[in-house]
């Protein structure tokens, strides 16, 4: 029997990872203008001047023309830009380079192809940002900022995926960190100094500093489900009675006819979902199956679905044509916020018309505010908790902080207590990623595209 391979590559080829020369098109193949290839390793410079000529290390950061040829053959593959970051001034903090050439499939795949004969090896998904984090170059929040902005869908996600790569959340949690080893030092003092009965510090100021750490991670936690929302978008359940207009109102959120609308109550038998910006946010709009009792065995399955998706919502839009006597039950089950829309407004009433476009733009605004209100009103300067990850880091260092009151007060001494502080710190720096193990590691940069 064979025996099990390490799951780890040994300590020196580790080594070896980090500093190896990597190579990936950091832009998407295709029919495109440019493509941009870029090099990063201890390797970089001297590999690069196997296949571009001329070539210029320095000055740096400046850009040179230069042709790319195959290492071997000599053959020309392209006619390119091409610019040296020495380190640590580069996005990897390692030597980089970066390699403009025309666009489309042949001539960047070339062009890749001929650096690795040159002797790089191609990167795997999020290495160069892998490395910035090892390096220093970023912590691993902005790494994590980093996917977000990329994968970016809406305005929102845009601005608060900017927010936390210029440090937002990081800044917060580094003050954070701060103000608990400050806690931390005037326990130190009291420890020192036991013998002053009314010693320098009071317990008063203890209590205090306790009080606003701990509110601070509060506040933090509070953004996290709408935090974490925003990556996602927002679940919005389209409900209501066969023929309410849920398809239609889907399709004009939409803004496409993705839905089948008709006059036949139960033509949408399954659930329909679909990405859609609303006032810069996300959402996933899924248009249901009618809800009722009766019907045919199809359409009992798509109301199945119905119940699936109401059970996963962040919020339902609740369609009626008029006052619906089956509303009342329906919101009993339902325990996430539900906004009432009346349709077909253009029949007479007030409410919203597909036809017309009446009261569409209210709806919008009241759907971003009932999915995204928190955030909306926090704006874009205050740090917002993104990930499940993040919220429990936090809720590690909450408890952590919990723990130390309840030590404190409980008259457990103080060097005992104040274990608990640390752990919390310890909590934080995890999150900043400080010290980050590979594991860690290796799950943030799994979702990572190659050449980022
Ligand atoms: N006049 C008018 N008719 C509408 C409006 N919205 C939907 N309808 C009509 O109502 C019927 C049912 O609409 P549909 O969206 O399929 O309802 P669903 O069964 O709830 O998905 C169709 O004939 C639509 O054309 C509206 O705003 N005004
Ligand atoms: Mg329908």
Redesign the pocket.
């Known amino acids: 029997m064979a025996r099990a391979r390490p799951r780890r590559p040994c300590p020196h080829a580790r080594r070896r990872l980090l500093t190896d020369t990597i190579v990936a098109l950091a832009t998407p193949p295709g029919r495109s203008a440019l493509a941009l290839i870029r090099l990063s390793g201890r390797d970089a410079f001297p590999l690069a001047a196997r296949c571009l000529e001329p070539f210029h290390a320095t000055p740096p950061r400046t850009v040179f023309r230069a042709r790319l040829l195959h290492p071997a053959s000599r053959a020309l593959v392209d006619d390119c830009l091409a610019a040296c970051f020495p380190a640590p001034h580069s996005y990897t903090g390692d030597d980089l380079i970066e390699i403009s050439t025309h666009g489309g499939l042949v001539v960047p795949a070339a062009a890749v192809a001929a650096l690795v004969e040159a002797g790089a090896r191609p990167a795997m998904p999020g290495e160069f940002t892998r490395r910035a984090v090892l390096n220093g170059k970023m912590d691993l929040l902005q790494a994590e900022a980093t996917a977000d902005l990329i994968d970016a869908g809406s305005p929102a996600q845009r601005r608060r995926a900017l927010q936390q790569l210029e440090r937002g959340l990081s800044d917060r949690l580094a003050a954070l960190r701060g103000e608990i080893l400050e806690l931390d030092a005037l326990l130190a003092y009291d420890i020192d100094f036991p013998e002053e009965d009314e010693g320098p510090v009071s317990p008063e100021r203890v209590r205090d500093a306790w009080c606003v750490v701990r509110d601070r991670i509060a506040d933090l936690l509070k953004t996290a489900p709408e935090g974490e929302r925003l990556r996602e978008g927002a679940l919005l359940v389209i409900a ?1 009675r ?7 109102l889907f399709n004009a959120l939409l803004g496409t006819e993705r839905a089948i ?3 036949i ?1 139960g ?2 038998r399954d659930a329909i979902e679909a990405h859609a910006v609303i006032e810069g946010f996300p959402f996933r709009l899924v248009d249901t199956a ?1 809800l009722r009792d009766v019907g045919e065995r199809i359409e009992r399955l798509g109301i199945e679905v119905s119940k699936k998706y109401l059970a996963a919502a962040d919020l339902v839009l609740y ?1 009626e044509e008029t006052d619906d006597p089956s509303r009342e039950q329906f919101l009993a089950e339902i325990s996430v916020p539900v906004v009432i829309a009346r ?5 007479g009433g007030s409410g ?4 017309t476009g009446q009261g569409l733009a209210e709806l919008r605004r009241q759907l971003a505010e009932v999915a995204f209100g928190r955030l909306l009103a926090l704006g874009d300067v205050e740090p917002v908790v993104t990930r499940a990850r993040h919220r429990v880091a936090l809720e590690r260092a909450q408890r952590e902080l919990e723990e130390f009151w309840t030590a404190r007060t409980s008259g457990i001494d103080a060097a005992a207590a104040a274990t608990h502080l640390r752990a919390a710190v310890v909590a934080l720096d995890d999150l900043i990623g400080a010290v980050t193990p590979e594991d860690v590691l290796d799950r943030v940069f799994a979702a990572f595209c190659v050449g980022k």
């Open positions: 209501g066969p023929n309410a207009g849920k398809s239609s609308v008709t006059e109550p033509t949408t009618g369609c349709t077909k407004a253009d029949l919203i018309s597909v036809v």
